[in-house]
Every structure is written in structure tokens, then in C-alpha cells.
């Protein structure tokens, strides 16, 4: 207790990093295999120790198939999970982490980005088509809502293990603030003004269409009000 790492031992210890050597003793000064540096690591990256099977009788085997999950040690093909490994190998295992949060912080700030957009794209297509009632607009927004959620969660299964860590949630979030800050604005007023001049000469077309295909209805229509009218004559007169 009186060693000068004894206080970070106990916060690991606290929050499960750390578990120690047997009979709540902890050994910080002793030799540290790849297989215990990395169920450190794998707590660290957000893998709950008690849930995922990293404590007790077959710790073992569940922090190496985890370890083999992340790529812990890519490019350690030498080293065994039981070698005691140096301070270089750790530090290489330590670069794979932080390679893998700057993926997953990279792909979940293009998520919020894309979850923009896509919201945007209703919004565009809300001011081209107005909506008389807002049933619809609810309807479009609990849509985007399911998409929204689905989207998140086979991102986060797919770069951490379906873990939600807070700079994943945070690198959303920027995404998104980002794209409406400085993209949103310009993105909907001229993909408007694009769609609305592309859909003149359609528009344009297709009312001449209707037009042409609606003449023997229009033409009956003014003979049967002409023969009403014929008829209401003859009955008045």
C-alpha cells in the first residue's frame, strides 16, 4: 500500500482492468504476459470484464479470442499470449488500439455526416412536395428515426464489437453539427433549385400529355352540360 503506484493500481483494480495475481493481491513490479496486457487493453477499449468472461477460471481463453477479435497483436507474430513481452511490444500492441479508436472515431464522424444528408434529402423533398398535413411528416420522421438507430448500431457492431463508446456518440454528433454549421444550408436551397429547374420541361411535358389525353373527357363533359341545359329549356318552355 505505501508504493507510489499503489493508487493507480487501485483505481484499475476498481475499474476492472486489472483483477490481480490471486487472493486480491496484485504484483506490479512483476513480469507481464501479452495475454494480461491485453485483457487491460480490451477493458480499456469498452469490453465489460464480468459480462465478456475476462475474470475468472477461463479468463484465458475469452481474453484470447477477443485479443484475436481486435488484432491485438498484428504484426507479434512471434509472440505467444502467455510470453512475457517488453515494453516495445506493448507499446506496438498499445499503437493497434489507438489506430483502432482513430478508425472508429473517423467512421463514426462520417456516420453523423451521412445521417445529415439523408435528413437534409427529406427536408428537400418536403420543399418540393408540401405536405398539407403533418401525419406524413411524422410518419418521414419516425422512418428516418428506425434508419437512424439501425445505421448506428451495425456501426458500432461493426468497429467495436456492437460496444457504444462515448467518442463514438461524440464523433456523431460532430459529424452532424458540422454538415448543418456549414454544408446544410447551401445543400438543401440549391438541390431545390437543381430538382425544380429539371422538373420544368417534365412538368411541362407531362401537362401537355394530360392535356391531349383529357380532350374527349372534356369534350363530353361540355356535350352533357349542353344537353342539360337543352333539357331544361324544353322543360321550361
Known amino acids: 500500500s505505501s508504493r507510489w503506484s499503489a493508487g493507480f493500481v487501485g483505481y484499475c483494480a476498481q475499474a476492472g482492468i486489472v483483477s490481480g495475481v490471486g487472493d486480491s493481491k496484485f504484483d506490479p513490479a512483476g513480469q507481464l504476459t501479452a495475454l494480461q496486457f491485453g485483457k487491460m487493453l480490451l477493458v480499456c477499449l469498452g469490453y465489460d470484464a464480468d459480462s465478456e468472461g475476462l475474470t475468472g477460471a477461463d479468463w484465458q481463453i475469452n481474453t484470447s479470442k477477443l485479443m484475436t477479435s481486435a488484432k491485438l497483436l498484428k504484426g507479434l507474430d512471434s509472440v505467444k499470449a502467455t510470453d512475457v513481452i517488453t515494453r516495445e511490444q506493448a507499446a506496438q500492441m ?60 451495425l456501426m458500432c457492431f461493426k468497429v467495436s464489437d456492437g460496444i457504444i463508446r462515448g467518442f463514438i456518440i461524440m464523433g456523431i454528433a460532430a459529424g452532424a453539427f458540422l454538415y448543418f454549421r456549414f454544408i ?28 391531349i389525353i383529357t380532350i374527349p373527357v372534356r369534350n363530353l363533359k361540355r356535350y352533357i352540360e349542353h344537353r342539360n341545359k337543352m333539357r331544361k329549356k324544353d322543360s321550361q318552355g
Open 94 to 153: 498499445i499503437s493497434h488500439v489507438i489506430v483502432w479508436e482513430l478508425y472508429a472515431l473517423a467512421v463514426s464522424f462520417f456516420r453523423g455526416v451521412l445521417l445529415a444528408w439523408v435528413y437534409d434529402n427529406i427536408r428537400v423533398y418536403r420543399r418540393i412536395i408540401r405536405h398539407k398535413t403533418i401525419v406524413f411528416m411524422s410518419i418521414e420522421d419516425i422512418a428516418y428515426g428506425i434508419y437512424a438507430g439501425i445505421s448506428v448500431f
Open 184 to 211: 446544410s444550408v447551401l445543400y438543401i436551397r440549391w438541390t431545390v433549385k437543381i430538382i425544380k429547374f429539371l422538373l420544368k420541361p417534365v412538368c411541362f411535358i407531362l401537362k401537355n400529355v394530360v392535356h
